[in-house]
């Protein structure tokens, strides 16, 4: 195995992809984490916490759509959602760079 920490932020960061082209944010980590997790090390504890992340906040928008219906909250959770989505893949592509192994916030454990 070999270390390679620009690869493990790439990965973070791929998650921002879904600002360019409006999808793709669970599908490009899952691409480089399958591909590389068994040769660049760290990179399976890495990809894990990515796709658990993205994963929740795929259920807690889908969670949040029926809401927006009932309460009006949906709206807001969606809002706050987006801005979870934006600011953690970039808080923690610099952890990793750094060399930590970030944790993702209201993420629920579905790989591990």
Sequence with gaps: MRQDKQLIVITHLSQLVTLVIGFGSL????IIWMSNKEKVYEMDEHGKNILNFQISLLIYSLICIPLIFLLGLG?????????I???????NAIK???GETPKYPLSLNFIS
Excluded: D, H, T
């Excluded at 989505?85 to 808080?91: A, E, G, K, L």
């Design 85 to 91: 989505s934006i600011v953690f893949p970039i808080i």
């Design 96 to 98: 990793a760079s750094n």
């Design 27 to 30: 599908i490009l980590p899952l």
């Design 75 to 83: 709206i807001l959770g969606l809002i706050v959602l987006g801005i």
